[in-house]
């Protein structure tokens, strides 16, 4: 990576229906996120955290729509001051780094990433984040955030989740393995590219992350790259919101990560997401996530 890297803080926890994961942030930078990447010769720009509302000071079914959507107005709020941020990011010829707070925030990372250009996205994730308000089980928006970058049910032609540059054969889906029946039937149904954990243990980590990205990369004018913390099994990262058994291990999540280095020329963003030091051990799940960036910018054993 030979431009610098600038952390973008979002302390969001509106999408998500467990508390503590907007301390995420905190947790990944006092993990040594600084100093890991410096280590790795990448500069590092702190830009501090973007406001989030609280909770307790917001009602959460204040604007219904068609189903169910907890906080809605205010995480769109959020996702456009990130929307702003990653644009003014790459303004400056950095990298965004946004670290999560919840996975909602992905909606205005994608489309500051964009910022009008075709984006191709490589989702790392346990779910498939392809709920809309009308199939969502819990309402929670940490859930349809992907959903809501594609535009589909409720999000089309919302300004500020609808990415139309964002072509659903340009995105990929990797580590799936907790689906709920909506968002599962609209997976198979859709163009993105859905590899499970199944496909990981039958085709090995590296050959389906280099397709996914090689799907990406695809025509498009840059990559972003998003990495919530539950795609990892629970026994490597302990510190999630929604833990499922099954996930990928320690090395194979730093291959993976090793292999979107390979693609820095495209990389137009990255964002770590989930990260719940409430439910931690020791800081352990923001430690490897701090590993983890250094391996996606170019860190290597030699």
């Known amino acids: ?5 600038r952390v973008i803080g979002v302390p969001m926890d509106l999408g998500a229906d467990r508390r503590g994961v907007d301390m995420g942030p905190s947790a990944i930078r006092y993990a040594g996120l600084a100093e890991q990447l410096e280590d790795a010769g990448i500069e590092c720009v702190d830009w ?3 406001e989030v509302p609280s909770p307790e000071q917001r009602d959460p079914d204040a604007s219904p729509v068609d189903g169910r959507a907890k906080y809605l107005d205010e995480v769109a709020a959020v996702c456009r001051r990130v929307t702003d941020a990653v644009v003014q990011t790459r303004e400056h010829d950095q990298v965004p ?3 999560g707070g919840d996975h909602s925030i992905g909606i205005g990372t994608a489309a500051g990433a964009a910022d009008g250009d075709d984006l191709g996205i490589v989702w790392f994730d346990a779910h498939g ?7 969502t089980p819990s309402g929670n928006v940490h859930g349809m955030s992907l959903a809501a970058i594609l535009g589909r049910g409720h999000f089309e032609g919302l300004d500020w989740a609808h990415t139309p540059s964002v072509d659903p054969e340009n995105v990929a889906l990797v580590g799936l393995r907790n689906l709920d029946p909506g968002e599962r039937e609209a997976i198979r149904e859709s163009e993105v590219a859905a590899y499970t954990m199944s496909d990981v243990d ?3 980590v590296t050959a389906v992350v280099d397709e996914a990205l090689e799907r990406a990369t695809d025509g498009t004018d840059g990559l972003h790259v998003s990495l919530d913390l539950d795609w990892l099994d629970p026994t490597e990262a302990p ?5 499922v058994r099954g996930g990928v291990a320690y090395r194979e999540a730093h291959v993976a990560m090793e292999h979107v280095a390979r693609h820095a020329d495209d990389l137009r963003s990255l964002e770590l997401v989930e990260v719940n030091p409430i439910l931690d051990r020791h ?8 590993e983890l960036a250094a391996s996606a910018f170019g860190k290597r054993i030699l």
């Open 1 to 5: 990576m030979d431009r610098p890297v």
């Open 48 to 50: 501090g955290d973007l």
């Open 97 to 99: 780094l946004v670290l």
């Open 129 to 135: 984040d392809f709920n809309t308000p009308a199939t």
């Open 202 to 204: 039958e085709r090995g």
């Open 239 to 243: 510190g999630v919101g929604t833990p």
């Open 283 to 290: 800081n352990e799940t923001a430690e490897l996530a701090c």
